[in-house]
């Protein structure tokens, strides 16, 4: 009677206190989007779908067979990267041999430029790895073209090149004035004249199909990928810093919250004033660099509580637990996790940081009854990970009557027991269990036990 008594009071649903799980934590969840790519050219469209879960870069209809088409798309203040190129037209690197000066380039466009918005069809001629002739030319927002009409626009270098670059956006990504949602351009049939210098797939006939998986119930930016290199469970997720040329060099990011032009906002409902954020981490990183997870807890958009942590080189997947401590009671948690800290400098590219299996300690716990005045102890399992028996061993002594609670990484119990006068260690028999990561608690008088262990 004494056992159910105590166990009916342990697990006391708590009203004062409650969060909603962070989502995807394991990352598990993915979704998979295809898109085309016009064959011969670069677009934007792996960035912008992973990050906006559109194409920006189609395949349409063109004078005769398809054509290019280039759209303005705007989500959540994120605008996609709506341009295709045969090369760099920033850095001057890439391009198609061109050993003549060819006098103009022509082709047929029909186009929706309105307000202030410009189209850029971008030309540059280089010799010797040198850019020698820059051609910007500027397709003005002059409202609708219906109907795909000719153009021929000039072109000029100072000297004979060996190599061109050709690039085309529907909104001017140069200056980002005037940039306007829904502006586009459809090219086909694009070609020099005045030099016989041919442009792999000018006419856009030759496409193919790709995919990309993005991470779901997170928002992300940069290189994002799932990976089966794993803590536990199918997959994970690998964040990595790379260099885009030009010195454009961006860490991976996800975030649970929203990208904005101000940073990022929102988060999951969460109103524990003491929590803790746990996983598994590896971490290869570039020169000195180390990888972040920013932890905000909020309360009507303004952060009362968490901080920036950094994450150092780690070859094998490591546990980790991260505090959240607040002065008053926030409404949101928002996490974000970066593969670089900022600045990013040359020396960041490479890095790559592995996570898996996030949780919150109030999860893990779900129908717990919390007590904020006990005391947080911490334990030491061994051997971990175990086919048979863990031993929960702690520098407190446990005297009386010990709940020990386990739950999977979805948060669900899986087993509880009342152990009686543990004293420093708690001896338990895992061998029935499934295969996987667990977490645990042990409440004994104003003592709690948290930490977790994995079953092979």
Aim: aromatic share 10%; net charge negative; charged share 15%.
């Amino acid at each position: 009677m004494k056992k159910l008594l105590l166990l009916i009071i342990v697990f006391a649903f708590s009203r004062d206190h409650v969060s909603a799980q962070i989502l995807n934590a394991s990352f598990e969840n993915w979704n998979t989007v295809q898109f085309s790519e016009p064959d011969q050219w670069l677009s934007g469209n792996q960035e912008s779908t992973s990050t906006l879960g559109n194409s920006p870069v189609t395949e349409v209809a063109g004078v005769s067979g398809s054509a290019l088409r280039l759209e303005t798309i705007v989500d959540e203040n994120d605008t996609a990267q709506a341009f295709v190129t045969n090369g760099d037209p920033m850095s001057g690197e890439g391009g198609i041999p061109c050993s003549t000066q060819p006098t103009a380039i022509t082709g047929n466009f029909r186009y929706g430029i309105p307000g202030n918005d410009t189209a850029l069809l971008i030309v540059m001629f280089k010799k010797n790895g040198a850019i020698v002739g820059s051609n910007i030319i500027q397709i003005k927002g002059t409202g609708i073209q219906n109907n795909f009409i000719p153009f021929s626009y000039s072109l000029s270098s100072s000297m004979t090149p060996d190599s061109v670059i050709i690039a085309a956006t529907c909104s001017n990504l140069l200056g980002n004035g005037g940039v306007t949602v829904g502006s586009f351009l459809e090219i086909d049939d694009l070609a020099f004249a005045g030099a016989a210098v041919s442009i792999p797939n000018g006419d856009f006939e030759s496409w193919s199909t790709t995919s990309i998986d993005f991470l779901s119930d997170w928002n992300s930016y940069g290189d994002v990928a799932k990976t089966s290199d794993v803590q536990d469970g199918n997959f994970a997720i690998m964040i990595s810093t790379a260099d885009y040329g030009n010195g454009d060099i961006a860490a991976g990011q996800i975030t649970n919250g929203n990208y904005t032009q101000n940073g990022t906002v929102g988060g999951i409902p969460f109103t524990m004033m003491s929590d803790t954020l746990c996983g598994y981490y590896k971490y290869y990183s570039s020169g000195s660099d180390s990888a972040t997870i920013s932890l905000s807890a909020k309360a009507n958009g303004i952060m009362i509580a968490g901080g920036l942590f950094k994450l150092s080189p780690a070859s094998q997947y490591t546990y980790f637990e991260l505090p959240i401590n607040s002065w008053s009671t926030p409404d949101s948690l928002e996490i974000s996790i970066s593969s670089s800290q900022w600045p990013y400098t040359p020396a960041s590219v490479g890095s790559s940081l592995y996570i898996d299996n996030l949780a919150l300690r109030s999860q893990l716990t779900a129908g717990i009854k919390q007590n904020e005045n006990r005391n947080p102890f911490s334990a030491f399992v061994f051997p971990n990970p175990s086919t048979d028996v863990i031993s929960i061993r702690t520098d407190q002594t446990l005297r009386g009557s010990a709940v020990v609670t386990i739950y999977d990484v979805s948060g669900s119990l899986v087993r509880n027991e009342l152990v009686s006068d543990p004293g420093n260690t708690i001896e338990l028999n895992v061998s029935s269990m499934a295969t996987g990561r667990y977490f645990f608690k042990v409440i004994c008088g104003n003592i709690v036990l948290q930490s977790s262990f994995t079953k092979n």
